[in-house]
Every structure is written in C-alpha cells, then in structure tokens.
C-alpha cells in the first residue's frame, strides 16, 4: 500500500505521529510526504511565507527519527498518481490546503480516495473543508465522547515510543513530575494545588512567568526533550494536565517508563483509554482530590508500581504511533474496498 500525504511545513504532533507509524507498517518508500516536509526526516525545514505574511521555520523534534529523503515534485506525484491507494489530507493549513486544490485541478477531481486527519487543538469540526472536498473518511483528534457524528473517526495522539531514548527508570529521585505552561486554566489550578502540597521531591518545570514570586527558585529550566524524558523516567508519578489541546503529548510519554500517569478526565474518544486505578489514575478537574491520592500512592510503592507497569504495557499494545497507524489503515482500507465495489 502506498499513501500521499498531504502535509504544510509548520509543525504538526499529531500528523507526524500518523507518518511516522505509517512508515513503521508500509516502509518509508510507501509514504509520501507533499509539499515535501523536512522535518519528517530529521531535516531543518527552509524558510516559508504564509499568504497571510506570516514567516516561521521549522525543525526536526526531538523525538522525530532520521530517514533517508523521499521527495516527490507534484508532477511526478500526477505521472504516477496509479501507485497511490490513498490521499489524505493531514493538516486543514495553508499549504496542505493547497496542495489539494492543485491535484484536484490537474485531474477535475481528487484521483484517488480521500481522507482527511484533523490533529489541531479544539473541537470544532471543519465543515467547510469537509463540504469544499468531500472526504470518504474523516478522522479527528479531539473528537467528544458525546459527539453525534459517527461518521467521523477519533484520531487523538499516540507515543512515539520508537524514538525515545533508553532511560534508567529503576531510580525515582523526584516524588512528583510536573511540567506545563499556563495554557489552560486548569492548569493554574493544580499548580495551585501543587504549592499548597509543598512536596519536596518535585520537579516543577512551568512557565516562569506565571509563577508566584515564592516559587520562582523552585522552577526548573529544562534542557532539551532527552532531560524532559529522563526526569520523567526518574519521577514515581508524573501529571498530565491538558493545555491548548485535550492529550498532551505528556499523556503518551509518561506511561513508556514506567511511571505513574496521574490526570484528570478526559471528554474525547479515545479508543482503548486507560482506566482509573488498572493503567493510570484520575482526580477530579479542580484537583480538590490530588494531595489524597498523591499521598496514598506514595505511600503503596507497590500499588504504584503495579499500576505504572501495566499502564506501559497498555500504551505499548494500543497506544503507540505504529499502533495508532494499523487503527488508522483499518478504516481506510475498509473504505477503499468499499469504494471499489461501488465504482
């Protein structure tokens, strides 16, 4: 099987997540990247101007793996558009949107059948990218439990547990991992918690900005993404507030180390979630229950354990990217068979 995917230079978590699985299962030749995103391949993107005359360059991850280029001129995507099974869209930004349109244009109509991933933070459904395309397959990442539309796949992050460094996690020198900037008001309030706690052994890593003067010594000023994975793998438990978006990437890290994932609830679909007290462990939004739990589980090393261990085995059967991409390919080739008795 062989899969275009439609892509735009800024970064994107959730839509190289999906390419990095996929050349996992179909082998990096199998995967095409158009506009060709650098960054996929451990590369610095150039320069790009927006139409909206916005500038930004963009730089491989951390966490992205290296893979030998495999770029394609739209022209040669047209020559040879028979070797693609699939096109799907995987960003509703400029360029992405663009690239659509262009194929669209060349062929009068989109050659081959369409999917479109929607990663962004939010839960707004795109109807205008939606009703402009008409995708035969819609996948998104902050899709509501409650949502009405079951036509719509959730699509919510996954760990790229492939490409993260090999930590000594049988030592636990922090009690408490935290680390988040203020980007929901949420989180300001577990901080808040967190200072009533006072906690010694914490590693509080937060925008400094919005730090009460007190606790400014307290900060810590990360290093880079290998720091950030070790003293998770060196923390008994680590939180997971979400911010812009519903799963923080925290979400999808901290079970690969055997540490404990404590977060509050969340209202997305996310297929095979983890369960309170089996593979992780809730608390209430507010945090009105955190310093309880917190307490207990430090208390029960063993509990602790039990519960971390089985919270990586269950990100390693149904949460990583490789995983997240088999879901993904179900659906799709589910629809091209569909598509093709149809025809």
């Given at each position: ?92 930004r400029t360029y992405a949107i663009t690239a659509l349109r262009d194929l669209i244009s060349m062929f009068g109509k989109c050659p081959k059948l369409l999917a479109f991933t929607d990663h962004e933070d939010g839960d707004s459904i795109r109807w205008d990218i939606i009703n ?126 055997e540490t404990l994932m404590m977060m509050h609830t969340l209202d997305i679909q996310i297929p095979h979630p983890f369960q309170d007290g089996v593979n992780a462990v809730y608390f209430k939004e507010d945090g009105s229950d955190l310093k309880e739990k917190i307490d207990y ?47």
């Open positions: 099987m062989k899969i275009l995917l439609l892509s735009d230079p800024q970064s994107d978590y959730g839509a190289y997540y999906l390419f990095n699985g996929l050349c996992q299962i179909l082998g990096d030749n199998n995967v095409v990247t158009y506009p060709f995103k650098k960054s996929y391949y451990g590369m610095t993107d150039d320069i790009y101007v927006l139409d909206d005359g916005k500038m930004g360059c963009t730089h491989p991850g951390d966490n992205i793996v290296a893979r030998e280029p495999n770029e394609w001129s739209l022209s040669e995507i047209a020559e040879n558009i028979g070797l693609f099974d699939c096109i799907v869209l995987t960003s509703s402009e395309f008409k995708p035969k397959v819609i996948f998104k990442r902050e899709l509501l439990i409650n949502s009405p539309h079951k036509n719509i796949y959730p699509l919510p992050f996954s760990s790229a547990n492939n490409s993260f460094p090999i930590v000594d996690d049988t030592v636990k020198k922090w009690d408490i991992f935290a680390l988040f900037g203020m980007t929901h008001p949420v989180r300001r309030q577990i901080v808040e918690r967190l200072f009533e706690i006072g906690y010694e052994k914490i590693y509080l890593g937060l925008d400094t900005k919005s730090l009460r003067g007190d606790y400014q010594e307290k900060n810590k000023k990360l290093q880079g993404y290998k720091e950030y994975l070790i003293n998770i793998a060196q923390s008994k438990i680590a939180l997971s507030i979400r911010g812009h978006g519903r799963d923080c990437c925290r979400f999808w890290e901290i079970p690969v180390y589980y430090l208390a029960h090393d063993d509990e602790r354990i039990r519960i971390a261990k089985a919270g990586k085995e269950h990100l390693l059967k149904w949460h990583t990217n490789q995983k997240r991409a088999e879901y993904f390919l179900s659906i799709v080739k589910d629809k091209i068979k569909f598509n093709d008795k149809n025809k």
